[in-house]
């Protein structure tokens, strides 16, 4: 590339690029990872109104870690220019897989608009809202997995013109971008992946988005009302939120297809990536003009301003952990279930098994194999509640045989420790990258390295595997294990015990509440773990797994 390059990292080739700029695949020097970099634009690079809406935004979106979400870690910006780096993602665009595969069919369509609603539910719960989703700005990775990225890239006002196909009759009014326009340009993708195109095509884009009827008599009749609803010319016909979609979305799936639709679709999905990424890229369509009367208003405010609050598909575990059913639905959205683990053989007599009567020693057997053939994963973690939280921490970890896993990460605090920092840890030495150099710290005590030593413990798979081995209460459905641990017991536990122990007396809680979900071959890919009541002094660990396998060669960064 000519021109500027984002200080510490080693460009190896350009990925693609589009209206807003060119992306490239680099590698991080100290860490070795590998990123793309999103050169911006240079006008865009130069548009102060961009800038500082795209500056405040970068804040909410680096703390945003979902699976459905590509990970947003920086934006740098220098006299000569601008670019926001972020996670590669192994995979291809959807405009990519349409491109080559033409419609996708139901099951991974419903896959998709599924993969996209949980991305959508994290960045509303944070209010953030994207602005311009349509296919190229959904990635499809090796596992099916669809991962949202480019979110408010398009300058205010102009979201519409991003995506004329995809954009809401209220933008076509200047009106700014909010989650309900999300929403319907999630359902303009779908639509697309059913069809083959999206559902208004042609002349004059904006009004066919206020006037036309919507055409859902190309779809199958089961998904309809999905279409009808998701494509509401009104806001407030569209569903409440992306959860609530979601919800939707999932019965009419499971009453079209059966339970095992979301397997098959993101099989299928996986399939179709697959493929398109084998064949060369094809030309980029040409951007259609924006043909409605009304021009778009200029300068008209992007982000919304009072927004509902938007829940969080993972605050359907709280509801699962409770036993609600509904909410469990919501959170299986991955139904490659593992098998049940076999009972422990022995000759020695059974132990008593836990209340709701699933023995744990077989299923910590399956985890401790499967992640021992897979030593390293990426991961996201956030503890939030009372008493000095909330610390995240997002990236990857190595599990090194006899030793405590390594890590690379991009973490954050309360205090003195709030910004974001980039960090290393190998053994018991934290590296905390200071401007170019990195500074090195032990682990533990306050601040960063007390931050660093929380996300450590929280995501570790010991705490999960703790959890499990002290439970006097669990239970299985498909995929997700949900129960109860004492906090005295816990606290006992070798490793993590003091983090218990300081749990149980920050909160007073004498229960720990948990759910854990696996894939098919037992590898955790989502975890919740509560001390404390719903509402009240509490502290809660969510956090997430993906790409297990990775094995990042972590070392200690010069
Ligand atoms: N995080 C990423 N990891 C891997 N590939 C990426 C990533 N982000 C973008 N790409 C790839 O880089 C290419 C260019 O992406 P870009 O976002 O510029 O395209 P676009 O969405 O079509 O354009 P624009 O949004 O600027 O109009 C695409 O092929 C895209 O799939």
């Keep these: 590339m000519n021109g500027w390059t984002v200080p510490g990292f080693t460009h190896e080739r350009e ?3 589009g209206t ?11 860490t070795g990872t590998k990123v793309a970099i999103k050169y911006l634009d240079g006008a865009l690079a130069a548009d102060e109104a961009f800038l500082t809406r795209f500056r405040a935004a970068a804040r909410p979106l680096s703390q945003l870690e979902d699976p459905n979400v590509v990970d947003f870690y920086d934006f740098v910006e220098s006299a000569d220019g601008a670019a926001i780096v972020m996670q590669r993602v192994d995979g291809v665009s959807l405009r990519r897989v349409l491109a080559a595969q033409g419609p996708t069919g139901p099951l991974a369509a419903l896959s998709m608009l599924g993969g996209t609603l949980l991305g959508l539910a994290a960045a509303h719960e944070r209010d953030i809202v994207h602005g311009s989703m349509r296919p190229a700005n959904v990635l499809v990775d090796g596992e ?20 004329p196909q995809y954009a809401a009759a209220e933008l076509w009014d200047g009106a700014p971008a909010t989650p309900a326009t999300d929403l319907y340009a999630a359902t303009a993708i779908f639509y697309e992946c059913l069809t083959g ?7 004059n884009m904006a009004r066919q988005h206020r006037e036309a009827p919507i055409p859902a008599d190309e779809v199958p009749g089961p998904l309809r009302e999905l279409i009808h609803h998701g494509l509401a010319k009104e806001p407030d016909k569209r569903p409440k939120s992306a959860a609530d979609y979601l919800a939707a979305l999932e019965e009419a799936a499971v009453s079209a297809y059966g339970p095992s639709w979301e397997a098959q679709g993101r099989g299928r999905l996986t399939e179709l990536a697959t493929q398109a990424a084998q064949q060369p890229e094809p030309p980029k369509p040409k951007p259609s003009r924006s043909s409605g009367r009304n021009p778009i208003v200029a300068g008209a405010q992007g982000g919304g301003g009072s927004r509902a609050r938007w829940i969080l598909a993972a605050v359907a575990v709280l509801v699962v952990a409770a036993g609600g059913a509904g909410a469990m639905t919501l959170l299986n959205n991955d139904d490659k279930q593992p098998p049940e683990p076999t009972p422990a053989q022995s000759s020695t007599p059974q132990p008593t098994l836990p209340a709701g009567g699933v023995d744990p020693a077989p299923l910590i057997a399956r985890i401790d194999q499967a992640t021992a053939k897979a030593p390293g994963a990426a991961f996201s973690y956030r503890q939030t509640g009372c008493c000095g939280f909330p610390v995240t921490g997002r990236g990857t970890f190595g599990l090194v045989q006899g030793a405590s896993p390594s890590y690379t990460m991009k973490m954050a605090g309360t205090g003195s420790a709030r910004k974001a920092v980039q960090a290393v840890v190998v053994q018991d030495r934290l590296y905390v990258r200071a401007g170019k150099k990195w500074r090195p710290t032990q682990l533990g005590g306050r601040g960063y390295p007390a931050v660093a030593d929380q996300v450590r413990q929280g995501s570790s798979v010991a705490n999960l595997t703790t959890l499990l081995r002290s439970a006097t209460r669990l239970t299985r459905s498909g995929s997700i294990y949900q129960g109860e641990a004492p906090a005295a017991k816990l606290a006992q536990s070798p490793g993590i015990g003091p983090m218990y122990a300081r749990m149980s007396q920050e909160t007073g809680a004498q229960q720990i509440a948990f759910a854990i979900k696996f894939d098919a071959g037992f590898r955790p890919v989502k975890f919740w773990v509560r001390a404390g009541p719903e509402k009240g002094r509490n502290q809660t660990q969510r956090g997430s797994y993906s790409q297990w396998g990775r094995k990042p060669a972590v070392k200690v960064p010069r």
Excluded: I, K, M
């Design 15 to 17: 990925l693609g690029g």
């Design 20 to 30: 807003s700029g060119r992306v490239v695949l680099a590698v991080d020097d100290p």
């Design 144 to 163: 099916g997995n669809a991962r949202l990225t480019d979110f408010a890239t398009a300058p205010a006002g102009t979201e519409a013109q991003h995506g």
């Design 197 to 203: 195109h999206p559902p208004y095509t042609g002349r």
